[in-house]
């Protein structure tokens, strides 16, 4: 949904879709009263009363998420369409706990969900520890990943070396501004 201000005439309702469970009425008279007297709203999903609510008063963030639909190897034919078209807003992984039926899908579809990434640390002289990575937020710079540490490391910077997707070449020497990928290796090089 986009609201724009400077409607010439006055509050306008737009929705690109047939609105089923809200009406282009109630639109303009919840806008009318979050004092909205000028402007274009766009409509471009089928919302209710509460979605708008939310879109006006700003204060409620949706965070990703995912539906895991278990006992699926018990399931009789037609209940696992019916859970599916009950809430079509969530990405759905059928899974079952008994057998292991679906559940890397499941593990995987969380991770990608959150948007996380994974970085292997390699100490300075060293083999990089690929067992266990470090997890961090996508878009994370190497200065992110050295406060995670210890904020010596990044008081006490000089540079890092990069291995993988978000290097030029392997072992790049980068600076602290340094956006990294998923499955980088990263060297952090310190004063001593």
Not at 2 to 17: D, F, H, V, W
């Amino acid at each position: 949904m986009a609201i724009t201000g400077g409607s010439q005439g006055g509050l306008l309702i737009k929705p690109t879709l047939k609105l089923t469970k809200i009406s282009v009425d109630t639109i303009k008279d919840m806008a009318a009263a979050y004092g909205l007297v000028n402007a274009t709203i766009v409509v471009r999903e089928d919302i209710d009363v509460e979605q708008m609510l939310d879109v006006l008063s700003g204060n409620r963030v949706y965070i990703k998420a995912v539906m895991a639909i278990n006992k699926v190897d018990l399931a009789k034919p037609g209940e696992l369409e019916r859970a599916y078209a009950r809430n079509p807003e969530y990405h759905k992984f059928p899974v079952s706990a008994a057998t292991g039926q679906g559940m890397n899908e499941l593990k995987q579809g969380v991770y990608d969900t959150i948007d996380m990434i994974r970085i292997y640390l390699k100490p300075q002289g060293q083999e990089a520890d690929m067992d266990i990575p470090m997890i961090v937020k996508r878009g994370n710079t190497v200065g992110d990943v050295c406060e995670l540490i210890h904020r010596d490391f990044k008081n006490n910077f000089r540079y890092a070396m990069v291995w993988g997707d978000s290097a030029k070449f392997p072992g790049q020497t980068v600076g602290m501004d340094h956006v990294l990928k998923d499955k980088d290796i990263l060297s952090i090089i310190v004063r001593r």
